[in-house]
């Protein structure tokens, strides 16, 4: 007989994304659904875009919650501040830089690539030269890369950006929430996130942000958008005072992020972070004591997603399916040149747990031990609890 109701697994979700929601999420996203200029909806869109500005830290106007997701945000930023013809800096250290740079070429740039090795940061001395070299409008780059689990140094990339007056275009998608991101400090003009990692919710919104001169330029544009869905012009008439329709937004969804966004501020953004990086560190404690290695420096780890050296001979793709198919626990695996070289695990929003880190040891090591490899799981959940009692 054909099931009546979906069938879908209670996962423990520990790889990069989605990961699981807070009880009040899941509840949010079952309220009425109603209309999208319906007063009252639009209540929630202006608390959303205020609690968008706190975890930004910004004081942009145009601060909001694009349909679909964190691609959606990537192009609608590309779209908006790069035309045919601008000379356009891209950083690629990993899949996700490399995704920018083909959106940029979509757009027609005058594009340069910077390529760096994957599981490092964009050298800011490289940067320098070649801002020296050519003037650029914007430099594209990735906060926190989690096709590596590098997370970027923003002080020296963002004094090099104002000294030689380029814009700064930033994916936030696996940072915004749970690491620190300072869009109006580091003179971000255009930065876009996820809803599904570290802010909380289900995927299907993208919060983006764009500075005055990113608006600016947008206004001064001598082609229209290359998105009409995206444009910000056109979304700023329904999501600023004007309200007109735009396109039919999901208040399931836009429900379900104020949750999350209301969450964030009761816990308090600095705590939260905080609670993201004793986490991280925990796990990267027991990590390395059950006698495994990480594939980042220690200066440059993202807390939000941990990349875990798989051992020389061990099928990756087994272990992931054991783990998923006996503790229903979800990690990610590598993506591009680091395919079945690391493991992503994910610690972002309601996942980043004590509780979530101590089942992960537990689980890889017995997943590890069916081929023959022997770890030191005592060693593990004894550094995991140290860790924790700082
Ligand atoms: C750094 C980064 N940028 C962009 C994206 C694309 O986001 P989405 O898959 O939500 O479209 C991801 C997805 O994991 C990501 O990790």
Request: aromatic letters at 6%; proline letters at 4%; charged letters at 25%.
């Amino acid at each position: 007989m054909q099931a009546r109701q979906v069938e879908a697994p209670l996962r423990k979700l520990m790889g990069p994304g989605p990961l699981n929601i807070h009880p009040r999420v899941y509840q949010a996203l079952t309220s009425p659904v109603i209309g999208h200029l319906d007063p009252a909806y639009l209540k929630v869109l202006d608390q959303i875009g205020d609690l968008l500005r706190m975890v930004f830290r910004t004081k942009n106007r145009i601060t909001n919650a694009a349909p679909g997701t964190g691609t959606a945000g990537m192009e609608s930023c590309v779209a908006n501040i790069i035309e045919p013809g601008d000379p356009v800096l891209v950083c690629v250290q990993g899949y996700f830089g490399d995704r920018i740079r083909q959106m940029a070429e979509r757009q027609e740039a005058k594009l340069t690539v910077i390529e760096g090795e994957w599981g490092k940061p964009v050298d800011p001395e490289t940067l320098e030269k070649e801002l020296k070299k050519n003037s650029y409008k914007v430099i594209g780059l990735v906060h926190a890369e989690t096709s590596t689990g590098v997370l970027q140094p923003m002080a020296e990339i963002a004094g090099l950006a104002k000294e030689h007056g380029a814009m700064i275009l930033l994916d936030t998608v696996t940072s915004l929430g749970g690491v620190d991101v300072r869009i109006d400090d580091w003179g971000v003009d255009a930065a876009y996130s996820c809803s599904q990692k570290c802010i909380g919710c289900a995927a299907g919104l993208s919060p983006v942000s764009f500075s005055e001169r990113a608006v600016e330029s947008v206004r001064r544009r001598k082609h229209p958008v290359r998105s009409w869905y995206l444009d910000i012009s056109l979304l700023d008439k329904y999501w600023g005072t004007e309200r007109v329709y735009h396109h039919t937004s999901s208040s399931t969804l836009n429900y379900g992020l104020l949750e999350a966004l209301r969450l964030i501020e009761e816990e308090g953004l600095e705590k939260r972070i905080q609670r993201h990086t004793l986490n991280h560190k925990a796990l990267v404690a027991g990590v390395e004591a059950m006698g495994l290695e990480m594939l980042v420096s220690p200066e440059f780890r993202l807390p939000s997603l941990n990349t875990v050296k798989i051992p020389a001979g061990i099928d990756d793709v087994k272990v992931r399916s054991y783990l998923l198919d006996t503790y229903n626990l979800e990690i990610g695996g590598g993506l591009g040149v680091l395919k079945g070289k690391v493991w992503r695990v994910g610690l972002m929003g309601y996942s980043s747990s004590a509780e979530n880190i101590l089942f992960f040891i537990a689980a890889i090591s017995q997943a590890l031990a069916l081929q023959g490899y022997k770890t030191d799981v005592a060693a593990g959940l004894s550094a995991v609890t140290k860790a924790l009692d700082k």
